[in-house]
C-alpha cells in the first residue's frame, strides 16, 4: 500500500515491455525479479487500454492479462 496526499493505492508488479518481446516474456522476468518465482501455464486472457489524467498530467497504460493454469 502506497500513502501519498492522504490517497491510498495498491501496486501491482510493474514491468516493461521491451521491443520485439512478447508480453508472457516480460511477465515471467518481472515475477522472477520482483517475487524469485517462476511462473508456468500461463494464459493470455485480453488486452486493457486506458488513457487518463492525474494530477493534471495525461497518462497511457496498457495492460496484458494472463492466468495462470493450476
Known amino acids: 500500500m502506497i500513502l501519498s496526499k492522504k490517497k491510498h493505492f495498491t501496486d501491482f508488479l510493474v514491468g516493461v515491455l521491451n521491443l520485439g518481446k512478447k508480453g508472457k516474456e516480460a511477465l ?9 518465482t517462476d511462473l508456468e501455464n500461463i494464459k493470455y486472457i485480453t488486452t486493457l487500454e486506458n488513457i487518463f489524467i492525474y494530477e493534471g498530467r495525461p497518462g ?10 493450476w
Open 28 to 36: 515471467k522476468r518481472e515475477f522472477q525479479e520482483e517475487l524469485g
Open 60 to 69: 497511457h497504460e496498457i495492460i496484458l492479462v494472463f492466468e495462470q493454469i
